[in-house]
T-cell receptor
Framework: KAGVTQTPRYLIKTRGQQVTLSCSPI?????VSWYQQTPGQGLQFLFE???????NKGNFPGRFSGRQFSNSRSEMNVSTLELGDSALYLC??????????????FGNGTRLTVT | GENVEQHPSTLSVQEGDSAVIKCTYS??????FPWYKQELGKGPQLIID?????GEKKDQRIAVTLNKTAKHFSLHITETQPEDSAVYFC???????????FGKGTKLSVIP
């Protein structure tokens, strides 16, 4: 079974630009979560989607948004990029969502660098 | 919200020795506690998890213990091998929250 696929692996953007990251979950998984990983803050929850509905959102500004499509694939968007948005963005999929007797499986992430 | 503290931040052990990583959590509603291993350039990989109705769980050289009263849980790795070298994260989650709160990670180095 193919794992969680994230594209692209690396991105370099300039301050003020916007970026879209993509995630394809494991086949059959309906929940997709996004996390931001930085050396200082560790892994921080961005949002979770299930069947195209956002069920939970972390404490991030409105510049961070996401969506999920009917095939469970998900995208996240960051607008008006800031230097502090430089991070590894991780997508995780699960059957029903974290805590619902279905573990999270992570992709290898998209490394975003903002200059 | 939930807060997860993880100790130590770095740990060096000799090959064949045991390693123990400890985490505490703050939200008594949390009932799911996974552990992840992250190798360089890769995403976190689930290695073991435990739910609040279980006190201990083992999988070959890896074991996790949970003390709900004290709100802490620990990862035990026995007979460590060089390939165990990685960053380990604990996390806590609860039914209905759909999110995990992670500890800051422990960098484990196994010295051959």
């Amino acid at each position: 079974k193919a794992g969680v696929t994230q594209t692209p692996r690396y991105l370099i953007k300039t301050r003020g630009q916007q970026v879209t990251l993509s995630c394809s979950p494991i086949s059959g998984h309906r929940s997709v979560s996004w996390y931001q990983q930085t050396p200082g803050q560790g892994l921080q929850f961005l949002f979770e989607y299930f069947s195209e509905t956002q069920r939970n959102k972390g404490n991030f500004p409105g510049r961070f948004s996401g969506r999920q499509f009917s095939n469970s694939r998900s995208e996240m968007n960051v607008s008006t990029l800031e230097l502090g948005d430089s991070a590894l963005y991780l997508c995780a999929s699960s059957l029903m969502g974290s805590g619902q007797n279905s573990p999270l499986h992570f992709g290898n992430g998209t490394r975003l660098t903002v200059t | 919200g939930e807060n997860v503290e993880q100790h130590p931040s770095t740990l060096s052990v000799q090959e064949g020795d045991s390693a123990v990583i400890k985490c505490t959590y703050s939200d008594s509603a949390s009932n799911y506690f996974p552990w992840y291993k992250q190798e360089l350039g890769k995403g976190p990989q689930l290695i073991i998890d435990i739910r609040s109705n279980v006190g201990e769980k083992k999988d070959q050289r890896i074991a996790v213990t949970l003390n709900k009263t004290a709100k802490h849980f620990s990862l035990h790795i026995t007979e460590t091998q060089p390939e165990d070298s990685a960053v380990y994260f604990c996390a806590a989650g609860g039914a209905g929250s759909y999110q995990l709160t992670f500890g800051k990670g422990t960098k484990l180095s196994v010295i051959p």
